[in-house]
């Protein structure tokens, strides 16, 4: 008899059917990295639920083997390192990093949210020049009214946000209509992307701009509280080239109305869509570390923390962990310009404690141990900086100081070895200083 029996029959359709059910029904696992400092994972993993995908704890130091087995990713927001030298850039250098690089290579989406915006940007994953390098920042706020700063620092309440590329030229807005605008939360202080001109216009070209700040009638500008960062381009979200990594500053999975971008990461992962084959062929420019050069008139301070710097700790550990043998140590800088009198105003600068706190700080000086070498790292853009000078001359009334500049000041020290070649790796991971909002110096 050519024909299986009936009991055949009712069993290879039961086996039929459950196979069936399971490849309708696939649980999708969605892997939410976490670091020390992360706070959002519980709203993270309600938003996955909420578009039937299965949430998975992923810790920094995870099995290799879980991380691999998810089908995407996304990196929650907080403080990872409490922001240590600069927000996302500790967590940026962990050994998880480079998973998720090949992860993504692979197809597989990764979806970063405020400080997992940060991370992303830091790892070089967005915008994704070649050998992901770090190409763009994430400074701190600037909101801008007619022309004038009237905010720094952290800030949070709702943003809109437009849709500005093809639906489809990402993971995670195919679920969008053209044009679309979304209404959802933000809370972080270091949110203003920086982008050099050349690779902002070929993001462009390449539909990576993916969310701009607008107001409720879709209207882009950059004046606040429309611009609530004074964002380049009013960035509040960009991509890769191939479209599976996002980098978002506000907080999609704080509300339903934010659905729409994991339920079309779901849809990505369900039908295993191709990526775009986009390039980016921007190099990033890398400058001579030059040697700094104070101002004749100027005053020099270098504060010292009395207690145990834990962010210098945080970046010697960081170091330690991608085999550099250095010992770190922290050190602010402050450069103050006197137009006259400059003892007196000194003195009243000190009286003040803005600049620095005689409970926990005192002035002190470079150190002077042959083995080690500094380095001055200022931002471009310093708002802090802005903050302490007006403070200064309007509120204490202090007279006579025309310029106010601040610095960190880097100590490494290296035993019985060539300082450069460490030197030039320990800036290849630019834990020290983001060249697009950093300056840096070496200082004697």
């Known amino acids: 008899d050519l024909f299986l029996p009936n009991i055949c029959v009712a069993k290879f359709q ?64 907080g403080f990872s390192y409490e922001d240590r030298s600069r927000a996302g850039v500790i967590a940026s250098l962990e050994p998880i990093i480079n998973i998720l690089k090949n ?6 989406p990764i979806f970063g949210i405020c400080n997992g915006a940060q991370i992303l940007v830091e790892s070089g994953l967005v915008p994704g020049t070649s050998d992901n390098q770090t190409s763009i920042a994430l400074a ?24 500005s590329v093809p639906q489809n030229s990402t993971a995670f807005t195919r679920h969008l209509s053209e044009n679309e605008m979304i209404n959802i939360p933000f809370a972080h202080a270091e949110g203003r992307f920086i982008i050099p001109d050349d690779l902002l216009e070929e ?75 986009v390039k980016l062929s921007y190099k990033p420019e890398h400058k001579k570390i030059a040697n700094y050069e104070k101002n004749e008139n100027s005053n020099i301070w270098i504060v010292d923390l009395i207690i145990t710097d834990n962010e210098a700790v945080s970046v010697q550990s960081a170091l330690q962990q991608k085999g550099l043998d250095v010992k770190i ?75 106010l500049k601040r610095g960190v000041v880097w100590n490494i020290t290296i035993k019985n070895a060539n300082f450069n070649p460490i030197f030039n790796n320990i800036l290849n991971t630019n834990i020290l200083h983001n060249p697009l909002s950093h300056e840096c110096f070496r200082i004697s």
């Not at 709203?43 to 879980?66: C, D, F, G, H, Y």
């Not at 879709?218 to 509040?236: H, Q």
């Not at 007196?344 to 141990?369: A, R, T």
């Open 103 to 108: 992860e993504s290579k692979k197809g597989k």
């Open 140 to 163: 701190d706020n600037k909101r801008i009214k007619s022309g004038e700063v009237v905010g720094t620092g952290y800030y949070n309440a709702w943003s809109n946000l437009k849709l």
């Open 14 to 77: 039961r086996f039929f059917n459950k196979f069936y059910y399971h490849l309708s029904f696939m649980t999708i696992n969605i892997g939410v990295v976490q670091f020390p400092g992360s706070n959002t994972e519980r709203e993270t993993s309600l938003a996955i639920k909420r578009v039937k995908m299965n949430p998975v704890e992923i810790l920094w130091n995870s099995n290799q083997n879980l991380i691999k087995e998810c089908h995407g990713y996304i990196i929650t927001g």
């Open 329 to 403: 140590s922290k050190q602010i800088h402050w450069e103050i310009n006197c137009s006259e009198n400059p003892k007196n105003v000194l003195k009243q600068i000190e009286d003040s404690g803005e600049l620095f706190n005689s409970n926990k700080e005192f002035l002190s000086e470079l150190p002077k141990n042959q083995d080690t070498h500094s380095v001055l790292v200022r931002q471009k853009d310093d708002m802090h900086c802005q903050k302490k000078f007006n403070s200064l001359t309007q509120r204490f009334k202090i007279k006579n100081l025309l310029e």
């Open 203 to 277: 993001m462009k070209t390449n539909d990576q701009t993916v969310f701009r700040y607008c107001d409720y009638n879709g209207k882009v500008s950059s004046e606040f509280p429309t611009n609530p960062n004074g964002s380049d381009y009013n960035l509040a979200a960009i991509s890769n080239a191939s479209g599976n990594v996002l980098a978002m500053m506000p907080h999609p999975e704080r509300t339903e109305l934010g659905d729409k971008l994991f339920s079309s990461m779901k849809e990505f992962i369900e039908h295993s869509i191709s990526l775009k084959k």
